[in-house]
């Protein structure tokens, strides 16, 4: 690595070309950022030959590319300030005569002599380069907006009407000479030994810290070559898996890559999925490798959106089994799920069998929450059944490695499950809604009831009141602390706030032209005692054994 201070225009003197690489950030400097370059641009000017301004450190790598053409290097750090400055030059080439115009865009905005793809000297990003080429190249300024259109226009205001410290217009000339002598750099430049990688692991940009998957996709994209052409390795990978990969899960990119990467068998945490794809990566030797990991993550990340519904199933049940799953915020199970989908695609998994394990994997977390079974070994047990997963049979597979669990890993059988779901308070706990709504759905309506506004709703209040007392008789106390939590007294209801400690009577009144099914057998009752809520509990007990099916002996 090489260190140095310099002037910042030795960054446009010269033949070379300084890319910003397609995968970094878009121009977003705005009227503070440039208002702040003018006016430190502007004490030089004052200062005349007398000082210098120091504008950071910019950091760059030689470009893996054809070696072709003029020499390329990559800024890794120090876009925003380039980009301004080539801008500041546009601006000036547009304010002067004709000779001072033509110097600056000879000697520093382009390349004389060259291919179309090296004549630019500052080669912005991707989403950049058609703007930045209009105004640099072509000499066209865009009629739209955006940064680098209206960074553009604010310094050749600045230059057209400006004034210096003595209330003198803004002289071009000087403002050019000015940014030739006083700004300075320290140029970083990487060598063939250093890691480019360990920057990228330290860098911000306007003080947000690159995410997981900004340093995974930095780290995959300067294994490629670069070109500023469309054909360009490093542009194709880019174009073909990367960014379909970006536009499917958006904000979840980074918690696919880290269940992308456990789908094998490793427990990785969200701190450290960049080490864990690097160390992968590393162990690949050539680009075609490469590539062919970038591809398989593209085709896992459709498998991802499918599982988290941002993608639609073609498949009905399929699809019911998917919403289950993100009901019940099981994230745990996405590396196995990955691994399930891959199956289907790989035609070693039919869609039925497919559908039948994302119901055991439901059955498995509903019994275990009923049951009050430790949540804890989940991670450790879904890593570790990803890990052993199995080219065919994979149901039955399934099947057998969750019910040989014991301990914290058991999958509750029947007489457990019915113990818990009878007896055992439920209230309170993440999945008591979602069973209480499955169970409703259970009854298969003809118009199905829209329960988003539905709330749990105590049968038997949760404060006993003087009737309440009446109806339950002498044991009241009792038969109030054990069963007002259990599924037999609770049920689902957009009236809750208005049904509160009412008498039982009151309550079937307010319910009686109720659309959910949960409700019906309620309404048949004269009374709201122990026998009641526990013959209710039994019926929903059934109808639960039969959605939540236990492991089969």
Partial sequence: MEASPTKVIQYFNGEKQNLIPLFQRPYTWKKPNWQSLWDDLMVQYDLGDAGTHFMGAIVSVPALSIPVGVCKYLIIDGQ???????????????????????????????????????????????????????????????????????????????????????????????????????????????????????????????????????????????????????????????????????????????????????????????????????????????????????KSMQRFGEFYATILCLNPEANKAIRDRLENIQALKVTVSYPILLRLFNARQTQTLSDIELEKCLGLIESYIVRRSVCNVATNTLNKLFIQWAKNFPEAGQYQWLHDAMASGTAARRF?????????????????????RFILIRLEKSFGHKEEVNLAKATIEHLLPQSLSPEWRNELGANAEEIHTTLINTFGNLTLTAYNPELGNMPFADKKAKLENTHIELNRWILQQSHWRAAEIEERANHLLHKANQIWAGPVS
Wanted: with cysteine; glycine share 6%; proline share 4%.
């Fill in 412 to 432: 509750p059988k029947d007489t457990e499950f019915a113990e818990a779901f009878l007896k055992h308070p439920q209230y309170g706990r993440g999945t008591t």
């Fill in 80 to 294: 925003q300030r380039l980009t301004t400055i080539s801008l500041i030059l546009c601006a000036l080439r547009d304010c002067l005569d004709d000779q001072s115009a033509a110097r600056i865009q000879q000697v520093y905005l382009t390349n004389g002599f060259r291919e179309p793809e090296d004549t630019l000297k500052f080669v912005p990003t991707q989403k950049d380069r058609d703007v930045y080429r209009s105004i640099a190249l072509d000499r066209q300024i865009p009629v739209t907006s955006g940064s680098m259109v209206d960074a553009y226009h604010f310094f050749k205001d600045r230059l057209q009407k400006g004034i210096d410290a003595d209330g003198e217009p803004v002289i071009p000339t000087k403002v050019l000479t000015t940014l030739e002598h006083s700004l300075q750099v320290v140029m970083i430049n990487l060598g063939n030994d250093d890691d480019p990688y360990l920057i990228f692991e330290s860098l911000n940009f306007k003080g947000e810290p690159l995410t997981q998957a900004d340093l995974v996709r930095n780290y995959i994209l300067m294994r490629f070559r670069h070109s500023i052409s469309n054909g360009g390795e490093q542009e194709v990978v880019y174009s073909k898996y990367w960014e379909p990969l970006e536009k499917a899960l958006g904000d979840n990119l980074t918690e696919f890559l880290r269940h992308y990467t456990m789908k094998d068998g490793d427990d990785i945490k969200q701190n450290g999925i960049y080490a864990a794809i690097k160390t992968k990566l590393r162990s690949l030797e050539t680009s075609q490798e490469v590539e062919a990991e970038v």
